[in-house]
Protein backbone atom coordinates (compact mmCIF):
# COMPACT_ATOMS: atom_id res chain seq x y z
CA UNK A 1 0.00 0.00 0.00
CA UNK A 2 1.17 3.86 -0.50
CA UNK A 3 0.75 6.71 1.93
CA UNK A 4 -2.16 7.90 3.00
CA UNK A 5 -2.98 11.56 1.99
CA UNK A 6 -5.59 12.38 4.40
CA UNK A 7 -7.26 10.24 6.87
CA UNK A 8 -9.74 8.21 4.37
CA UNK A 9 -8.14 8.50 0.99
CA UNK A 10 -4.71 6.44 0.40
CA UNK A 11 -2.83 7.55 -2.90
CA UNK A 12 -2.86 3.86 -4.23
CA UNK A 13 -6.45 4.91 -4.82
CA UNK A 14 -6.15 7.60 -7.32
CA UNK A 15 -3.33 5.31 -9.64
CA UNK A 16 -4.56 5.42 -13.51
CA UNK A 17 -6.49 2.42 -14.21
CA UNK A 18 -5.06 0.79 -17.36
CA UNK A 19 -2.56 -0.65 -15.74
CA UNK A 20 0.38 1.68 -16.15
CA UNK A 21 0.55 2.04 -12.77
CA UNK A 22 1.61 6.22 -13.02
CA UNK A 23 0.08 8.35 -10.78
CA UNK A 24 0.40 11.82 -10.41
CA UNK A 25 -2.13 12.93 -8.06
CA UNK A 26 -2.56 16.37 -6.51
CA UNK A 27 -2.73 17.22 -2.74
CA UNK A 28 -5.41 19.94 -2.67
CA UNK A 29 -7.50 17.68 -4.68
CA UNK A 30 -7.45 15.02 -2.22
CA UNK A 31 -7.82 17.44 0.38
CA UNK A 32 -11.20 18.74 -0.82
CA UNK A 33 -12.43 14.89 -1.17
CA UNK A 34 -11.59 14.75 2.60
CA UNK A 35 -13.81 17.77 3.30
CA UNK A 36 -16.83 15.95 0.94
CA UNK A 37 -16.17 12.95 3.98
CA UNK A 38 -16.31 15.28 6.57
CA UNK A 39 -19.23 16.72 5.43
CA UNK A 40 -21.10 13.44 4.33
CA UNK A 41 -19.91 12.54 8.31
CA UNK A 42 -22.15 15.17 9.80
CA UNK A 43 -25.10 14.32 8.19
CA UNK A 44 -27.78 11.99 9.48
CA UNK A 45 -27.15 9.82 6.88
CA UNK A 46 -23.12 9.75 7.68
CA UNK A 47 -21.02 8.39 4.86
CA UNK A 48 -19.37 4.75 4.96
CA UNK A 49 -16.89 5.65 2.28
CA UNK A 50 -16.22 7.62 -0.81
CA UNK A 51 -15.17 5.24 -3.80
CA UNK A 52 -12.97 6.53 -5.96
CA UNK A 53 -13.51 5.02 -9.72
CA UNK A 54 -11.09 6.89 -11.35
CA UNK A 55 -8.66 9.43 -10.50
CA UNK A 56 -5.13 10.05 -12.07
CA UNK A 57 -5.41 8.84 -15.81
CA UNK A 58 -2.19 8.56 -18.02
CA UNK A 59 -3.32 10.48 -21.65
CA UNK A 60 -3.41 7.58 -23.13
CA UNK A 61 -6.13 5.83 -20.96
CA UNK A 62 -7.61 9.56 -20.87
CA UNK A 63 -8.48 9.09 -24.54
CA UNK A 64 -9.04 5.71 -24.22
CA UNK A 65 -12.19 6.46 -21.69
CA UNK A 66 -13.45 9.04 -23.69
CA UNK A 67 -11.93 12.26 -22.34
CA UNK A 68 -8.81 14.31 -23.78
CA UNK A 69 -5.15 13.86 -23.80
CA UNK A 70 -4.80 16.81 -21.07
CA UNK A 71 -7.93 16.92 -19.43
CA UNK A 72 -8.43 17.65 -15.94
CA UNK A 73 -7.48 13.99 -14.90
CA UNK A 74 -4.30 13.71 -16.73
CA UNK A 75 -3.35 16.90 -14.50
CA UNK A 76 -3.97 15.32 -11.09
CA UNK A 77 -6.29 17.56 -9.94
CA UNK A 78 -9.79 15.31 -10.91
CA UNK A 79 -11.30 12.24 -9.39
CA UNK A 80 -14.89 10.40 -10.62
CA UNK A 81 -16.21 8.69 -7.17
CA UNK A 82 -19.51 7.37 -6.03
CA UNK A 83 -20.18 7.71 -2.31
CA UNK A 84 -22.34 5.13 0.41
CA UNK A 85 -23.87 6.48 3.17
CA UNK A 86 -23.99 4.57 6.49
CA UNK A 87 -26.75 2.07 5.56
CA UNK A 88 -24.80 1.00 2.62
CA UNK A 89 -26.96 3.03 0.56
CA UNK A 90 -25.22 5.06 -2.72
CA UNK A 91 -25.91 8.95 -2.56
CA UNK A 92 -27.66 10.06 -5.57
CA UNK A 93 -25.00 12.33 -7.83
CA UNK A 94 -26.42 15.49 -7.32
CA UNK A 95 -26.39 15.74 -3.65
CA UNK A 96 -22.85 14.73 -4.08
CA UNK A 97 -22.46 17.28 -6.64
CA UNK A 98 -23.98 19.71 -3.85
CA UNK A 99 -21.41 19.06 -1.25
CA UNK A 100 -18.66 19.43 -4.34
CA UNK A 101 -19.94 22.56 -4.58
CA UNK A 102 -20.04 23.75 -1.42
CA UNK A 103 -16.68 22.65 -0.56
CA UNK A 104 -15.00 24.64 -2.94
CA UNK A 105 -14.45 22.78 -6.23
CA UNK A 106 -14.75 24.47 -9.20
CA UNK A 107 -15.13 21.18 -11.72
CA UNK A 108 -18.35 19.35 -11.24
CA UNK A 109 -19.93 16.79 -13.05
CA UNK A 110 -22.92 14.70 -12.35
CA UNK A 111 -21.93 11.18 -14.35
CA UNK A 112 -24.93 9.01 -13.65
CA UNK A 113 -27.37 8.70 -10.75
CA UNK A 114 -24.78 7.80 -8.48
CA UNK A 115 -21.71 8.93 -9.52
CA UNK A 116 -19.95 12.09 -9.53
CA UNK A 117 -17.07 13.78 -11.38
CA UNK A 118 -14.99 17.28 -9.20
CA UNK A 119 -11.81 18.88 -9.93
CA UNK A 120 -10.58 21.80 -8.61
CA UNK A 121 -9.76 23.62 -12.55
CA UNK A 122 -8.81 27.37 -12.11
CA UNK A 123 -7.25 29.92 -14.37
CA UNK A 124 -3.65 28.36 -14.11
CA UNK A 125 -4.15 24.69 -14.22
CA UNK A 126 -6.45 24.39 -17.01
CA UNK A 127 -8.38 25.81 -19.82
CA UNK A 128 -11.01 27.28 -17.95
CA UNK A 129 -11.97 27.97 -14.08
CA UNK A 130 -15.29 26.90 -13.85
CA UNK A 131 -17.77 23.80 -15.28
CA UNK A 132 -20.95 22.68 -13.13
CA UNK A 133 -22.35 20.08 -16.04
CA UNK A 134 -24.32 17.31 -16.23
CA UNK A 135 -23.44 14.38 -18.62
CA UNK A 136 -26.26 12.77 -18.55
CA UNK A 137 -28.26 15.70 -20.01
CA UNK A 138 -25.31 17.38 -21.68
CA UNK A 139 -26.03 20.65 -19.74
CA UNK A 140 -22.95 22.51 -19.37
CA UNK A 141 -24.35 25.67 -17.68
CA UNK A 142 -25.62 24.35 -14.60
CA UNK A 143 -25.71 27.49 -11.84
CA UNK A 144 -25.71 25.39 -8.91
CA UNK A 145 -26.73 22.44 -6.71
CA UNK A 146 -27.36 24.03 -3.66
CA UNK A 147 -31.19 22.82 -3.20
CA UNK A 148 -30.08 19.23 -2.55
CA UNK A 149 -27.08 20.11 -0.18
CA UNK A 150 -28.00 17.74 2.90
CA UNK A 151 -28.57 19.35 5.90
CA UNK A 152 -25.62 18.87 8.72
CA UNK A 153 -27.38 16.75 12.00
CA UNK A 154 -26.98 18.39 15.06
CA UNK A 155 -26.85 14.91 16.98
CA UNK A 156 -23.96 14.18 15.24
CA UNK A 157 -20.19 15.00 16.13
CA UNK A 158 -18.68 16.93 12.97
CA UNK A 159 -15.22 15.67 13.15
CA UNK A 160 -13.21 12.86 11.16
CA UNK A 161 -13.16 9.41 11.74
CA UNK A 162 -9.17 8.80 11.76
CA UNK A 163 -9.48 5.05 11.49
CA UNK A 164 -7.85 3.74 8.25
CA UNK A 165 -10.12 1.85 5.75
CA UNK A 166 -8.26 0.03 3.37
CA UNK A 167 -10.67 -0.58 0.47
CA UNK A 168 -9.93 -2.72 -2.47
CA UNK A 169 -12.52 -1.85 -5.52
CA UNK A 170 -12.49 -3.76 -8.61
CA UNK A 171 -14.62 -2.96 -11.67
CA UNK A 172 -16.67 -0.26 -10.08
CA UNK A 173 -17.06 -3.32 -6.79
CA UNK A 174 -15.99 -3.50 -3.42
CA UNK A 175 -13.65 -7.22 -3.00
CA UNK A 176 -12.52 -6.29 0.21
CA UNK A 177 -12.96 -3.75 3.22
CA UNK A 178 -11.99 -3.21 6.62
CA UNK A 179 -10.90 -1.16 9.22
CA UNK A 180 -7.69 -0.72 10.98
ZN1 LIG B 1 -2.34 4.71 -17.49
ZN1 LIG C 1 -13.88 12.69 -14.31
Not at 108 to 126: E, F, L, P
Not at 147 to 160: G, K, M, R, S, Y
Request: charged letters at 25%; a negative charge.
Amino acid sequence: MGNQITPHFNVDEFTCKCGCRTNNITRPLVEKLEKVYEYLNATSRGVQGIYITSGYRCPRHSVAVGGSADDAHTRGIAADFFALDSAGTRYESRILAAVCEYVGFSGIGVIDKTAVHADIRNASNYKNAHWFGNEMTGNDNIETWREFLPAIAANVPHETNSKTRIKILVDDKTIYESEV
